[in-house]
């Protein structure tokens, strides 16, 4: 009996004393919405329509977007958090006209994956809340999609170039956290994200130099589910 009572003291001790200890990771997944510059790709669209023999408007530019991804931290320090952090972003435009005498669009499409390293300091903690200032920094790889098509009388022309690119970029960010349940929290953050260094190429022709580039410089709001380990 002596031995029963002391194997559950035991088991008892260890799990008081695993709730005491703080979470050292963290697990997130999150969704956002997006503003982007991309002011070479809009510049692009007003050439085109400066080009054209006849009138053509402007349909969707590049309008804010939807962006999801997901994370884990490491708590490295008392109140500092790091890890790896993925994200995606899309977007577009288009630009066209149609008459009884034929149709004409021009679509680009931009889609980029981002990976980079998500750091976070704890500067307040109020009840279920918790206050952070973020910086994320890393690599995004960018695809860039032109399709333009003219069709007159039946007859169809068109053309697509194809650019990939390379940015690297810097997202401070500030963060609220409020805990639903016990590891669970929801989790709010707002920031601004800047390309820093960007670099595209065509991908049938690396030689050509491309003089002006997408820019994912945006604001950046995120919502999101965060699971503490």
Do not use: C
Not at 14 to 36: D, M, N, V
Not at 143 to 157: F, I, R
């Amino acid at each position: 009996m002596k031995k029963i009572l002391l194997i559950i003291f035991i088991l008892n001790s260890l799990l008081l004393s695993a709730q005491e200890q703080e979470s050292k990771y963290r697990f997130g997944i999150s969704g956002g919405y997006g503003t982007f510059n991309h002011s070479a790709p809009k510049a692009l669209n007003q050439a085109a329509i400066d080009q054209l023999p006849f009138d053509a408007k402007i349909i969707d530019e590049f309008e804010p977007n939807f962006n999801f991804g997901g994370y884990a931290q490491y708590q490295l320090f008392n109140r500092f958090w790091i890890g790896p952090e993925y994200r995606y972003y899309y977007t577009g435009s288009r630009l066209g006209q149609k008459d009884y005498s034929g149709v004409y669009s021009f679509d680009q499409y931009l889609h980029a994956h981002t990976v980079g390293l998500k750091m976070g300091f704890v500067v307040a903690e109020i009840d279920r809340f918790s206050f952070l200032i973020q910086l994320n920094s890393g690599v995004g790889f960018t695809k860039w999609k032109m399709d333009s098509e003219l069709t007159l009388s039946g007859n169809s022309d068109s053309q697509v170039d194809k650019l990939k690119g390379l940015s690297w970029y810097a997202l401070p960010s500030f963060a609220a956290n409020y805990k639903l349940f016990q590891g669970l929290s929801l989790v709010g953050t707002a920031g601004y994200s800047l390309d820093l260094v960007k670099k595209y190429k065509y991908e049938a022709n690396s030689d050509i130099k491309i003089v002006k580039n997408p820019d994912w410089s945006g604001l950046r709001l995120t919502l999101g589910l965060e699971y503490e380990l």
